[in-house]
Protein backbone atom coordinates (compact mmCIF):
# COMPACT_ATOMS: atom_id res chain seq x y z
CA UNK A 1 0.00 0.00 0.00
CA UNK A 2 2.69 2.24 1.19
CA UNK A 3 4.37 1.38 -2.48
CA UNK A 4 1.17 2.07 -4.13
CA UNK A 5 0.98 5.72 -2.88
CA UNK A 6 4.28 6.87 -3.73
CA UNK A 7 3.26 5.88 -7.20
CA UNK A 8 0.55 7.55 -7.23
CA UNK A 9 2.34 11.00 -5.30
CA UNK A 10 4.86 11.20 -8.43
CA UNK A 11 2.53 10.27 -10.98
CA UNK A 12 0.11 13.37 -9.56
CA UNK A 13 3.16 15.16 -9.65
CA UNK A 14 4.51 14.34 -12.97
CA UNK A 15 1.06 15.62 -14.19
CA UNK A 16 0.93 18.93 -12.10
CA UNK A 17 4.55 19.44 -13.87
CA UNK A 18 3.74 18.61 -17.44
CA UNK A 19 0.71 20.26 -17.54
CA UNK A 20 1.77 23.87 -16.42
CA UNK A 21 1.21 26.04 -19.33
CA UNK A 22 4.77 27.24 -20.85
CA UNK A 23 3.20 30.46 -22.19
CA UNK A 24 1.67 31.58 -18.95
CA UNK A 25 3.10 35.09 -18.31
CA UNK A 26 5.60 34.14 -14.93
CA UNK A 27 7.01 31.76 -17.76
CA UNK A 28 7.37 34.66 -20.91
CA UNK A 29 10.92 36.22 -21.06
CA UNK A 30 10.29 40.29 -20.93
CA UNK A 31 10.27 41.88 -24.52
CA UNK A 32 12.24 45.52 -24.17
CA UNK A 33 11.36 47.16 -27.52
CA UNK A 34 12.79 50.48 -27.62
CA UNK A 35 11.29 51.17 -31.05
CA UNK A 36 8.20 53.36 -29.93
CA UNK A 37 7.90 53.95 -26.42
CA UNK A 38 5.11 55.85 -24.55
CA UNK A 39 8.03 58.67 -23.74
CA UNK A 40 8.56 58.57 -27.21
CA UNK A 41 5.26 59.01 -28.40
CA UNK A 42 4.66 61.63 -26.28
CA UNK A 43 7.49 63.59 -27.47
CA UNK A 44 7.01 62.91 -30.76
CA UNK A 45 3.69 64.29 -30.54
CA UNK A 46 4.33 67.94 -28.69
CA UNK A 47 7.59 68.45 -31.32
CA UNK A 48 4.98 68.03 -34.15
CA UNK A 49 3.99 71.86 -33.15
CA UNK A 50 6.52 72.93 -30.67
CA UNK A 51 10.51 72.66 -31.54
CA UNK A 52 12.88 69.49 -31.22
CA UNK A 53 16.26 71.30 -30.40
CA UNK A 54 19.78 71.19 -28.17
CA UNK A 55 18.46 73.25 -25.42
CA UNK A 56 18.95 74.03 -21.66
CA UNK A 57 22.49 74.59 -20.13
CA UNK A 58 21.37 73.13 -16.53
CA UNK A 59 23.58 70.16 -14.76
CA UNK A 60 20.10 68.33 -14.83
CA UNK A 61 17.42 67.82 -16.85
CA UNK A 62 14.76 65.72 -15.94
CA UNK A 63 10.97 64.98 -15.61
CA UNK A 64 8.15 63.69 -12.74
CA UNK A 65 5.88 61.41 -14.66
CA UNK A 66 3.50 57.80 -13.04
CA UNK A 67 2.01 55.03 -14.44
CA UNK A 68 -1.26 53.85 -13.78
CA UNK A 69 -0.86 50.61 -13.66
CA UNK A 70 2.26 48.76 -12.74
CA UNK A 71 4.90 48.88 -14.64
CA UNK A 72 8.72 47.65 -15.06
CA UNK A 73 11.65 50.04 -17.02
CA UNK A 74 14.00 47.68 -18.91
CA UNK A 75 15.89 50.34 -20.77
CA UNK A 76 16.75 54.35 -20.71
CA UNK A 77 17.19 56.28 -23.72
CA UNK A 78 18.90 59.37 -23.97
CA UNK A 79 21.57 61.37 -26.87
CA UNK A 80 24.60 63.45 -26.13
CA UNK A 81 26.45 66.27 -27.28
CA UNK A 82 29.39 65.87 -29.40
CA UNK A 83 31.74 67.29 -26.70
CA UNK A 84 30.23 64.92 -24.22
CA UNK A 85 30.12 61.99 -26.20
CA UNK A 86 32.81 59.87 -23.98
CA UNK A 87 31.59 61.14 -20.69
CA UNK A 88 29.37 59.04 -18.59
CA UNK A 89 25.75 61.08 -18.01
CA UNK A 90 24.06 59.97 -14.72
CA UNK A 91 20.61 58.41 -14.75
CA UNK A 92 18.61 58.41 -11.84
CA UNK A 93 15.33 57.52 -10.68
CA UNK A 94 13.63 59.04 -7.79
CA UNK A 95 10.38 57.81 -5.99
CA UNK A 96 8.74 60.87 -5.02
CA UNK A 97 6.17 58.93 -2.83
CA UNK A 98 8.77 57.39 -0.80
CA UNK A 99 11.25 59.82 -1.12
CA UNK A 100 13.98 56.89 -2.19
CA UNK A 101 16.17 56.41 -5.31
CA UNK A 102 15.05 53.51 -7.16
CA UNK A 103 17.88 53.63 -10.17
CA UNK A 104 20.80 55.26 -10.20
CA UNK A 105 23.77 54.44 -12.97
CA UNK A 106 26.67 56.11 -15.16
CA UNK A 107 26.37 55.61 -18.81
CA UNK A 108 27.90 56.88 -21.77
CA UNK A 109 25.41 57.82 -24.53
CA UNK A 110 26.03 58.17 -28.60
CA UNK A 111 25.38 61.97 -29.99
CA UNK A 112 24.76 60.71 -33.35
CA UNK A 113 21.23 59.22 -32.45
CA UNK A 114 19.68 58.04 -28.96
CA UNK A 115 20.97 55.10 -28.11
CA UNK A 116 19.77 53.18 -24.87
CA UNK A 117 20.97 51.44 -22.06
CA UNK A 118 19.75 48.42 -20.08
CA UNK A 119 18.74 48.83 -16.50
CA UNK A 120 17.65 45.22 -15.87
CA UNK A 121 13.67 45.29 -14.66
CA UNK A 122 12.91 48.23 -12.66
CA UNK A 123 9.65 48.20 -11.03
CA UNK A 124 7.28 51.10 -10.45
CA UNK A 125 3.85 51.28 -8.50
CA UNK A 126 0.91 52.57 -9.84
CA UNK A 127 -0.01 55.90 -8.64
CA UNK A 128 3.18 56.64 -7.30
CA UNK A 129 5.42 59.71 -8.48
CA UNK A 130 8.66 59.25 -10.23
CA UNK A 131 11.30 61.79 -11.29
CA UNK A 132 14.04 60.84 -14.16
CA UNK A 133 16.97 62.94 -14.28
CA UNK A 134 19.89 62.77 -16.48
CA UNK A 135 22.40 64.63 -14.56
CA UNK A 136 26.09 66.21 -16.17
CA UNK A 137 28.40 67.61 -13.26
CA UNK A 138 31.23 67.04 -15.35
CA UNK A 139 31.03 69.67 -18.24
CA UNK A 140 34.63 71.02 -17.78
CA UNK A 141 35.10 75.24 -18.47
CA UNK A 142 31.95 75.09 -20.78
CA UNK A 143 28.40 75.34 -18.87
CA UNK A 144 26.58 74.57 -22.44
CA UNK A 145 28.47 71.04 -22.42
CA UNK A 146 25.24 70.20 -20.09
CA UNK A 147 22.78 71.25 -22.91
CA UNK A 148 20.47 68.03 -24.45
CA UNK A 149 17.61 67.48 -26.74
CA UNK A 150 14.46 68.81 -25.67
CA UNK A 151 10.84 70.08 -27.02
CA UNK A 152 10.45 73.22 -26.19
CA UNK A 153 6.97 74.94 -26.65
CA UNK A 154 6.81 77.87 -28.44
CA UNK A 155 3.64 79.00 -27.21
CA UNK A 156 4.16 78.90 -22.96
CA UNK A 157 3.80 76.04 -20.62
CA UNK A 158 2.65 72.52 -21.70
CA UNK A 159 -0.83 71.35 -20.10
CA UNK A 160 0.81 68.70 -17.84
CA UNK A 161 -0.13 65.65 -17.52
CA UNK A 162 0.64 64.76 -20.85
CA UNK A 163 -0.54 61.03 -21.27
CA UNK A 164 -0.23 58.18 -23.90
CA UNK A 165 -0.76 55.02 -22.67
CA UNK A 166 0.10 54.19 -19.03
CA UNK A 167 2.35 56.80 -18.61
CA UNK A 168 1.60 60.64 -17.30
CA UNK A 169 4.23 62.72 -17.66
CA UNK A 170 3.65 65.43 -14.80
CA UNK A 171 6.05 67.82 -14.79
CA UNK A 172 8.98 69.03 -16.41
CA UNK A 173 12.53 70.11 -14.41
CA UNK A 174 15.67 71.26 -14.84
CA UNK A 175 18.30 71.96 -11.95
CA UNK A 176 15.20 70.74 -9.78
CA UNK A 177 13.39 73.37 -10.91
CA UNK A 178 9.79 73.16 -12.68
CA UNK A 179 10.18 74.51 -16.29
CA UNK A 180 6.82 73.65 -17.82
CA UNK A 181 7.63 74.77 -21.52
CA UNK A 182 10.28 72.56 -22.27
CA UNK A 183 10.45 68.77 -21.65
CA UNK A 184 14.05 66.68 -22.26
CA UNK A 185 14.39 63.52 -23.79
CA UNK A 186 15.35 61.25 -21.56
CA UNK A 187 13.14 57.95 -22.92
CA UNK A 188 11.93 55.54 -20.10
CA UNK A 189 10.72 52.03 -22.11
CA UNK A 190 8.79 49.51 -20.06
CA UNK A 191 9.07 45.84 -20.30
CA UNK A 192 5.99 44.23 -22.69
Not at 54 to 81: P, R, W
Request: negative net charge; proline residues 3%.
Amino acid sequence: MKKFRTIILIAISALMINCSDSDSPDNQEAICDTSNSEFKQIFDQLIQTNVDEIYMDTEIHGYQFKVLTAKNICSIGYQSIPAMASTPYRIEIHNNTTNSIIYSGDHIFSSSGTSYVSVGSIPLVAGNSYTVKRIQTNWGNDISNTIGRTATSSSGDYSFPLSIGDLQITSAEFDDNQLNSVLPYIDIVFEQ
